[in-house]
């Protein structure tokens, strides 16, 4: 994953990475498979801070900082097994749905 400096790019691209093709959940035939994929987010909003870190409980949903902005996505994403293969469109995007582009601290790590 490559970000750039200024948080309003990120780029994430994985090649043939090996997964286990299945037809039901946990179900009994698995298939080995190879995807791929290239995602790219640009910040389409100003980032907004968010959470209230170490100044709450370590229990409350609040305990984490962040800086998240709403992005636009536009990815591709292909994959394969013995007699078949897939590819989406090229150029998907997430203009129908949402995105979100940021950096979280949250638990032990605050």
Do not use: H
Not at 14 to 36: C, E, K, M, Y
Not at 85 to 107: H, I, K, M, Q, V
């Amino acid at each position: 994953m490559t970000f750039s400096r200024r948080g309003r790019f990120a780029f994430l691209r994985a090649r043939d990475v090996p997964v286990v093709d299945s037809f039901q959940i946990f179900g009994p035939n698995v298939i080995p498979s190879l995807v791929s994929f290239d995602v790219r987010w640009e910040a389409i909003e100003p980032p907004m801070e968010l959470g209230q870190g170490s100044a709450v409980s370590p229990t409350d949903p609040a305990a984490f900082l962040g800086s998240f902005a709403a992005a636009r996505a536009v990815g591709s994403f292909s994959g394969s097994e013995i007699g078949f293969t897939f590819a989406s469109n090229p150029g998907a995007s997430s203009d129908l749905g949402y995105a979100e582009l940021g950096t979280e601290r949250n638990g032990a790590f605050l």
